[in-house]
């Protein structure tokens, strides 16, 4: 687990909000969202032991915060010493202050989608649509492809990108990620790219030493790993098409479904739009009787 999600872990379940938090602590509110969002991957000791203190950390609990604001991850993630980290031997490059080779966890997460839903129904239309331009893609040596899912809320974005996902996945083998971009997620900030690169760097087994600082330096990086891999990636619940960009994969083979409530219609290259409407007549009354099984028998 990286430092932020560990540390948004335990604020909430002492209910304490990130400003209050932060004045338990002495510290500043944007401190506290820096770590939580993955801008800043490590903490200072002393900021570590203010905010262990202001949680009431204690026993193994306090050591593994303490390690994982060192390290920027806990133990669960950090690389056996003599076997449990690999290094992927490309030639020396200088990516934002880092040269050479980068060391990779062998505990890389190659698949984090969500489970599909028992009760999916329609959308044959859309998911025809994607499987279409897939099916495009797989013939040209066109760049990543973008499927743009949107629609308003509630109409079932995410489980159509997560339900083609599953459908698609063996034509992905490397990688199948999903990620909650929370747009609009109530009481959380949209995550900014340089934390979203942060953890699908973290994802695909790159040490949380070797992630670049910056977010030029964390897009190339990412893309980088992405090259030559065959990765579905799922960007959900994203807030506008500056979120989603410098998540974008830059080589073929790689097939990106993003869900927002918005048009992205500025996102690079030939991006297939699939807008979601509200189910049909039967096909909302076919979803109905499969979720509560007894109204079938009535009108």
Sequence with gaps: MLLGQLLRRHRQ???????????????????????????????????????????????????????AAATGHTSEHAPAAGNGTTTVHTPPRDVAGFTGPVPVSA?????SLPPDTAVFTGRDAEMNRIKAAVAEAAGTTSAVTV????????????????HTAHLLRGQFPDWQLFMNLHAHTPGQDPVPPEAALALLLSAVGVAARSIPTDLEGRVALWRDRMAGQRALLVLDNAASSGQVIPLLPAAEG????????RHLADLPGAVTRVPVGVLSPDAAADMFTRLAPRAEAGP
């Design 254 to 261: 790689c097939l990106v479904l993003v869900t927002s409530r």
């Design 147 to 162: 499927c743009a899912i949107d629609g308003m809320p509630g109409v079932g974005k995410t489980a159509l990108a997560v």
């Design 107 to 111: 505990l890389a997460v190659r698949y």
């Design 13 to 67: 379940d002492r209910g304490l909000s990130q400003a209050r938090l932060a004045r338990r602590a002495n510290i500043s509110e944007q401190t506290v969202s820096n770590l939580e969002r993955g801008i800043y991957l490590t903490a200072r000791a002393e900021t570590a032991h203010l905010l262990a203190d202001a949680l009431g950390l204690a026993g193994a609990d306090r050591d593994e915060f303490m390690e």
